[in-house]
């Protein structure tokens, strides 16, 4: 049978390391490739081998960019006086795609997880406060999911960039435009009632 093929078996478990990507996705990714034409194959292969010779980490925020610093940082009509600090590059994404926050961002390339063995060191928390104390930031905005890690290491931030007598915010965490409260779990509307605003 095809799937066990070792090479094929390979080509099956490289796309199960991508996220959200379970066994049968990734057969199924992996039959297409297999049935498409040579051309499409390797057209891929040489996307994702240029892509990963050009893409590098900002300097300064720490996200993927092709340039460095990365276009936002060095963007002269962003706030530079606000850091909105994501776990991973797919937070700058979801943020910028709502077009309405305007400063610059920190990627902490993960979230605390001492079960794990992921401490500040292991993430760019170094390089965050080293930025701070150089200046010029008045406010830090805290976006890291909604998980056990995500607020453990919002309330750790919260207390280091305190202490530094830096403003520090933290996003809303509710219930999506359009969704109703019988489909939110008990954690989000937790956080909807928590994070909810004055109206008038």
Excluded at 8 to 35: D, I, T
Excluded at 155 to 164: D, E, N, P, T, V
Excluded at 179 to 197: I, K, N, P, W, Y
């Amino acid at each position: 049978m095809l799937f066990e093929s070792p090479s094929v078996e390979r080509l099956v478990e490289a796309f199960r390391r991508l996220p959200g990507v379970g066994k049968r996705s990734a057969e199924r990714y992996a039959l297409h490739l297999l049935s498409a034409p040579v051309e499409d194959a390797q057209a891929l292969s040489e996307a994702i081998r240029v892509a990963r010779e050009r893409i590098t980490t900002c300097g300064e925020c720490c996200n993927l960019t092709e340039s460095n610093p990365c276009p936002i940082c060095a963007h002269p009509n962003r706030d530079h006086t606000t850091v909105c600090v994501v776990e991973r590059p797919v937070g700058v994404m979801a943020i910028e795609k709502g077009g309405t926050y305007r400063g610059l961002y920190h990627v902490l390339n993960g979230a605390l997880n001492p079960l794990d063995g992921i401490g500040p060191d292991e993430l760019t928390v170094g390089r965050l406060m080293a930025r701070l104390k150089a200046g010029g930031v008045n406010e830090v905005i805290i976006a890291t999911n909604a998980t056990a890690e995500g607020e453990a290491t919002a309330m750790y931030l919260s207390k280091q960039i305190g202490a530094m007598g830096i403003a520090v915010s933290r996003i809303a965490h509710g219930v999506p435009m359009g969704g109703g409260l019988e489909f939110a779990d008990d954690v989000t509307l937790s956080h909807a009632m928590q994070g909810r605003t004055k109206l008038g």
